[in-house]
Every structure is written in structure tokens, then in C-alpha cells.
């Protein structure tokens, strides 16, 4: 499980997914206009849509949810 945290428009979760088909990859945001970006990005490159989390930070993020790799730019 992966999670691109302050995802913006969806770039590095996106590019993660693709190299990586196999893994679970969530993208997270403050901002729902940036979800909504990332989310229409991961349908044109990926046809579908990757997990999208409406968070700040950590902060709706259930502390039960593992992921093995955190990335942020």
C-alpha cells in the first residue's frame, strides 16, 4: 500500500500505479478541486480511478491503514 500524500494533480501516485500495477495506491489532499484533478488524471492514463482520501494530512486518514510507502513533493 501506497500513499501520495498532498497528492496536487496526481502525478506521483499516478506514476507509481503504472510502474507498479500491483500495488494499492491512495491519494490524498486538503484541497477536493485537487482530488478532483488527480481523479480525472488517473482515469485519462490509468482508465480508473486510484483511491482518492479528502484529508489534511493525517488527519481523516484511519490510524488501521498501513501503508508500507509514504511519498510527498
Do not use: M, Y
Not at 499516478?14 to 484541497?31: A, F, G, Q, T, Y
Not at 477536493?32 to 481523516?60: C, M, P, R, T, Y
Request: hydrophobic share 40%.
Amino acid at each position: 500500500n501506497a500513499l501520495d500524500l498532498g497528492t496536487g494533480t496526481g502525478c506521483i501516485g499516478i506514476s507509481l500505479k503504472k510502474e507498479r500495477p500491483n500495488w494499492n495506491v491512495s491519494l490524498s489532499d486538503l484541497s477536493l478541486e485537487a482530488l478532483e484533478v488527480a481523479g480525472k488524471n488517473s482515469i485519462q492514463i490509468l482508465n480508473h480511478s486510484l483511491s482518492l482520501l479528502h484529508s489534511d494530512l493525517f488527519a481523516e486518514i484511519s490510524p488501521d491503514q498501513k501503508f508500507q510507502i509514504i511519498v510527498s513533493n
